[in-house]
């Protein structure tokens, strides 16, 4: 196994509240009956939430993202490149306002990439 896999392990099994409370209402294909992945190696990157299906990546962003904003655009870019949405949510968002994450979420599978 690759160190981006290892990493992406370790990340599943140390992920923040706010990942899991999302992944509670994304796995097992609870949304739209998409099936989501966690913590998914993408080339370089890993992702915190993907919706192959849809290409639709999902992040959930603690405050280390504030300093980090220059590198989240550079990454954001090189997927919408490769043809894929990219949804950001602060972790006190999903924490605080789970229900309005969903419907956004909802909102952008219900129908597939341009």
């Not at 939430?49 to 504030?66: A, N, P, S, T, W």
């Not at 090189?78 to 968002?93: I, P």
């Not at 789970?98 to 341009?114: A, K, M, T, Y």
Request: proline share 3%; aromatic share 10%; net charge positive.
């Amino acid at each position: 196994m690759n160190n981006t896999q290892d990493f992406a392990k370790e990340l599943r099994r140390n992920s923040t509240e706010a990942e899991r409370k999302l992944w509670s209402s994304l796995r097992a294909r609870q949304m739209e009956g998409l099936k989501f992945r966690r913590q998914q190696p993408l080339n370089n990157y890993i992702v915190d939430f993907i919706c192959f299906e849809r290409k639709l990546i999902i992040e959930v962003d603690g405050g280390q993202h504030k300093i980090n904003i220059d590198q989240d655009i550079k990454r954001d870019n090189y997927f919408k490149n490769q043809g894929y949405r990219v949804l950001r949510f602060w972790n006190n968002e999903v924490l605080g306002n789970i229900d309005g994450v969903l419907e956004v979420i909802r909102g952008n599978v219900s129908s597939p990439s341009p």
